[in-house]
């Protein structure tokens, strides 16, 4: 069965310093991968889609990046925080192509910036 | 306009009510569209795809209307436990099948 890991499942950075998350897919070849953020009573704000390796699309402008290395690992990335990039950031999957799948979460990561 | 949007409630209803959420897209280009649930800090599963024919699952209903772009969710005999929060997904062909998610319904359901 596929299995989604993600963590750090909570984080408290300062202000200016660098952030990596980690996602990794078990179970299943090629998938599509995703970082969503969630501001505290919003929904969800997708910030980068992946349909392979080395293939980032980015949404929204921001002083985020992503990186998928591997083929069932996306990473999220800052060099510098920002107080506003406090959220519940989840990873999560679906399968490939263009079939509209499902998407599966990891279990997030609590990110306070301070 | 958000290209999925949802009234955010909160819907405060009572045990054994019967609730109606709707969500409406802007993109006539789409292709697949679920229900997610969400629990406070959780992150949000599945509840049940939505098929062109309208779809069940016990007390769960939902119904899809590509024509004017809305997909509703009825929750019949509602309990306790169905307290969540409610996302509407979509996913659009030209936009090469992600995942959009509307800014979800809040539902508390009060003994």
């Known amino acids: 069965s596929q299995t989604i890991h993600q963590w750090p499942a909570t984080l408290v950075q300062p202000v200016g310093s660098p952030l990596s998350l980690e996602c990794t897919v078990e179970g299943t070849s090629n998938p599509n991968l995703y970082w969503y953020r969630q501001a505290a009573g919003r929904g969800l704000q997708l910030l980068f889609y992946s349909v392979g390796i080395g293939q980032i699309s980015s949404e929204v402008p921001q002083n985020l990046s992503a990186s998928r290395p591997q083929d069932r690992q996306f990473i999220l990335s800052s060099k510098k925080l920002l107080l506003s990039d406090s959220g519940f950031y989840l990873c999560?999957?679906?399968?490939?192509?263009?079939?509209?799948?499902?998407?599966?979460f990891g279990q997030g990561t609590r990110l306070t910036v301070v | 306009r958000k290209e999925v949007e949802q009234d955010p409630g909160p819907f405060n209803v009572p045990e054994g009510a019967t609730v109606a959420f709707n969500c409406t897209y802007s993109n006539s280009a789409s292709q697949s569209f679920f229900w997610y649930r969400q629990d406070c800090r959780k992150e949000p599963k599945l509840l049940m795809s939505v098929y062109s024919s309208g779809n069940e699952d016990g007390r769960f209903t939902a119904q899809l209307n590509r024509a004017s772009q809305y997909i509703s969710l009825l929750i019949r005999d509602s309990k306790l436990s169905d307290s969540a929060t409610y996302l509407c997904v979509v996913s659009f062909y030209n936009q090469g099948g992600k995942l959009i998610f509307g800014q979800g319904t809040e539902l508390s359901v009060k003994p």
């Open positions: 999560a999957w679906s399968s490939t192509g263009t079939g509209g799948t499902e998407a599966f």
